[in-house]
């Protein structure tokens, strides 16, 4: 399984593709029946786009789900993340709220690294007995090089110029305290519809995308003090295109309705996921930015005090690890302009 697993982290998959293949790889090793593996914002940690099959649930379900995930303290990536481990298995015995009847077992792992958290995996047991610790060591065998594999995919998302394609936002949708939709512009209509998996015959028109969601139950898991990270999450479209959503609540009362707000993601906000997606360095993100506000080598030499000589060293050093070739690729790149 390892050898197989380690041939498709060498590959070029795009990220929905790549962890269907993995996933394929996994159940032969490690049974399981049923999954959730979300894509994360690196820096928030807030889940973006969920591939998942949970046995019996339903889309009315979802919100309370995905709210009981976020505030499943000890259970979550984040917590794992905070112990230093990468994989955990409840257990038969464990009880946590989001544990749905029939689980016999639900082990978890985190994908990250020090440019960020970038995934986090569930595999669900209800017709089997729980994982045994040596299935766990092998999972976790795994986990950095898909975390490498799954920053790769995000760095690739990337193209010199988004492709055709409306604007997005500003939309918002409205939410209710359980997180049942109650009401949504026009442009969130046309947002969502967007932000649901292309092709997919299981999502029906009306459906919520799960991003929605998961920024809104970020909110919550804010408010009651167990925060998974702030309540926003940047989403990849397709062919380079980006969107931002935001959760907030329309009044200050945990009874208020949840506002969520969809838009196209600012050139800062692709910038940062593209410097971390790539593994550039702080001083590199530096001068990165720096050329992103058009400022030459001489100018961006001033800013951070450095001689012109290193600082047209480390945009070589960005040049090479993101594959560009001259600084008008790159920032067509990372900020999405043409």
Known sequence: MRERVERLCSGRLDAKEFREQVLAELRRAVPFDGHVWALTDPV???????????????WAELPGLVR??????????????????????LGPGERVEWRRPGVVDVLTAVFADRFGCWAWLDLWRTTRDAFTAAE??????????????????????????????????????LLGPDLTVR??????????????????????AQAIPAAAYN????????????????PWSRVHLAAGRWLTLRAARTAPTAEADVAVTIEQSTPAERLEVFALAHGLTRREREILAELATGADSRRIAERLVLSDHTVNDHVKAVLAKTGARTRSTLLARAVGTG
């Open 44 to 58: 928030t940690r807030v889940g973006t786009a969920p591939l998942a099959d949970v046995p019996g649930l339903s």
């Open 68 to 89: 009981a995930r976020y505030a499943g303290v000890g259970t979550r990536w984040c917590d794992l993340l905070a112990s230093g481990a990468v994989v955990r298995a």
């Open 136 to 173: 766990c060591r092998l999972v976790g065998s795994v986990v950095p090089s898909l975390t490498a594999a799954l920053r790769a995919a995000q760095a690739r998302t990337f193209v010199t110029a988004p492709g055709p394609g409306e604007d997005v936002g500003p939309a918002v949708l």
């Open 183 to 204: 009401v949504g512009t026009e442009a969130a209509r046309a947002a969502l519809h967007r932000l649901n998996p292309p092709g997919d015959p299981s999502v029906v």
């Open 215 to 230: 920024v809104a139950a970020a909110l919550v898991a804010v408010e009651a003090g167990v925060p998974v990270g702030p």
